[in-house]
């Protein structure tokens, strides 16, 4: 990133005046999305794991497939670390909350960004952060395409495994088949 352009990674539902601003400031828009189950199992590491929100609180105690199901279908309001109160959505509605950005944004599968690393394939992720970076209008050059591949893998405080598939160890297929009725 150089002198004057700016990235910006978050969790963030559609909002029509961040569109504006960000359309105002010439931002590229690139949505990254993953599989439900992926998010799913993630999530209940993350809750489970976090033990200044009070969500992990709501699903102590719980046997691992309730844990999903709760996860899938959402929680009560809690208190998050910021200090703020508020429900964990459901799949459903976290999935509807970002819909909006679609028509707006390049929007790119995590499980091909992964790579080798994350077992993946390293051609389709050759191709995607191509396709990302000529998004942004960056430099597409082969050389950057592997070193932006390169560091990818890993990188965020979130980061648990990352491996493509792996939440289907973690899920039961009736939990499997509650999450397909869900989304």
């Not at 395409?145 to 648990?160: D, H, K, Q, S």
């Not at 009736?174 to 999450?179: F, P, S």
Request: neutral net charge.
């Amino acid at each position: 990133i150089g002198p004057g352009e700016y990235l910006a990674c978050a969790h963030l539902p559609y909002n029509s005046r961040l569109l504006s601003l960000l359309r105002a400031r010439e931002f590229r828009l690139v949505l990254t999305v993953r599989h439900p189950g992926a998010v799913v199992v993630s999530a209940a590491h993350y809750l489970l794991g976090d033990p200044t929100c009070t969500c992990a609180e709501a699903l102590s105690g719980l046997e691992w497939p309730e844990v999903l199901r709760r996860v899938i279908h959402g929680l009560p309001p809690a208190v998050w670390p910021s200090g703020r109160v508020a429900p964990w959505f459901g799949i459903r509605e976290q999935y509807a909350a970002v819909a909006g950005w679609l028509p707006h944004a390049l929007t790119v599968r995590y499980e091909d960004l992964v790579g080798p690393q994350g077992g993946g394939s390293e051609a389709l992720q050759a191709r995607v952060v191509r396709k990302v970076l000529e998004w942004v209008g960056a430099d597409a050059g082969a050389e950057q395409v592997r070193a932006v591949a390169a560091n990818l893998y890993g990188w965020t405080r979130t980061f648990r495994r990352g491996q493509v598939g792996s939440w289907r160890e973690e899920m039961s297929p009736d939990v499997q088949a509650e999450l397909d009725r869900a989304v």
